[in-house]
């Protein structure tokens, strides 16, 4: 039964009649199944514990992993009930929850609003979008959940076992700001079990991006939030190691080109002193 409402819901939101190229018209689609979308895409994220990975990606999901407004509503609520019933409170992560959230990475990665310069680049709008990052961000339950059995409790001490996901969103699409945005939130959650080595990595490479992004984050808060990050994992593994401090010296110079004062004052602070010069780094 499953399987068949996969293939009638694909059927519904993408009739193999339509022509491809008028997929995103609005003037034929159905407008009756948000509800439907949500719904099923909760059943889902039950159903795929227990069946095997081939059956979940291939039969389940694969089929809504197009670029479709309609069938990314079903991905985004997949994804997030997924994280709260699988991630958030489970006592054990399936095995196949992280590969499932890796595929729903793929689709975000391939997502039009993506491409670099492209109109209105890493500008994300809508619904469906949004909560689809904010799950693969694990920032998708706004208040403290107590009862859960990681991260949404505020035990982040398991985070590596996302890493992975919050990496390749990071790495790939950090220049977007609503992407950074959700970043910055996951590290203030996070803390710091949040390791310095992988937030270095990952803004830089988010940062030797930017100019991807049409605006380059102007007229946001981005720069100073992440100036406030770099200070507070300096002085959380002070005195820092020479590789840490050279990858957040780095992260200082992008935001200083960034227009933001803090970082300047922040270079001089006693964590990078006797550091090798930022512009140096720069330059590799």
């Known amino acids: 039964?499953?399987?068949?409402?996969?293939?009638?819901?694909?059927?519904?939101?993408?009739?193999?009649?339509?022509?491809k190229k008028k997929r995103n018209r609005s003037d034929d689609r159905r407008s009756d199944l948000h509800e439907w979308n949500a719904a099923f895409g909760d059943i889902l994220a039950r159903t795929a514990p227990f069946v095997t990975l081939d059956v979940a990606r291939n039969s389940l999901l694969a089929p809504f992993l197009v670029e479709d407004e309609e069938a990314l509503s079903v991905v985004a609520s997949f994804a997030d009930k997924l994280v709260c019933r699988h991630v958030f409170d489970a006592a054990v992560i399936p095995a196949n929850a992280i590969p499932l959230l890796d595929d729903c990475v793929t689709r975000v990665l391939n997502d039009s609003v993506f491409q670099p310069k492209g109109y209105r680049a890493?500008?994300?709008?809508g619904f469906s979008m949004p909560e689809l990052i904010k799950a693969l961000f694990f920032v998708n339950v706004e208040k403290h959940c107590p009862g859960a059995a990681r991260f949404a409790n505020g035990n982040w001490s398991e985070i590596a076992t996302i890493m992975p996901i919050i990496n390749r969103m990071v790495?790939?699409?950090?220049?977007?700001?609503?992407v950074m945005g959700r970043y910055i939130e996951l590290h203030k959650r996070a803390g710091q079990?949040?390791?310095?080595?992988?937030?270095?990595?990952?803004?830089?490479?988010?940062?030797?991006?930017?100019?991807?992004?049409?605006?380059?984050?102007?007229?946001?808060?981005?720069?100073?939030?992440?100036?406030a990050i770099v200070q507070r994992q300096a002085d959380w593994n002070f005195p820092l190691r020479t590789e840490d401090a050279?990858?957040?010296?780095?992260?200082?110079?992008?935001?200083?080109?960034?227009?933001?004062?803090?970082?300047?004052?922040?270079?001089?602070?006693?964590a990078f002193k006797g550091v090798q010069g930022s512009a140096e780094l720069k330059s590799t």
């Open 1 to 19: 039964m499953l399987f068949d409402l996969v293939a009638w819901t694909k059927e519904s939101l993408l009739p193999s009649w339509r022509d």
């Open 122 to 125: 890493g500008e994300v709008r």
């Open 171 to 178: 790495r790939n699409i950090g220049w977007s700001s609503y």
């Open 193 to 227: 079990a949040f390791q310095i080595s992988a937030f270095g990595s990952q803004v830089n490479a988010a940062l030797g991006a930017i100019d991807n992004a049409e605006e380059r984050w102007t007229g946001t808060v981005l720069p100073a939030r992440l100036a």
């Open 246 to 270: 050279q990858a957040l010296l780095k992260i200082l110079d992008s935001l200083i080109d960034l227009g933001d004062s803090r970082s300047a004052a922040l270079e001089q602070t006693e």
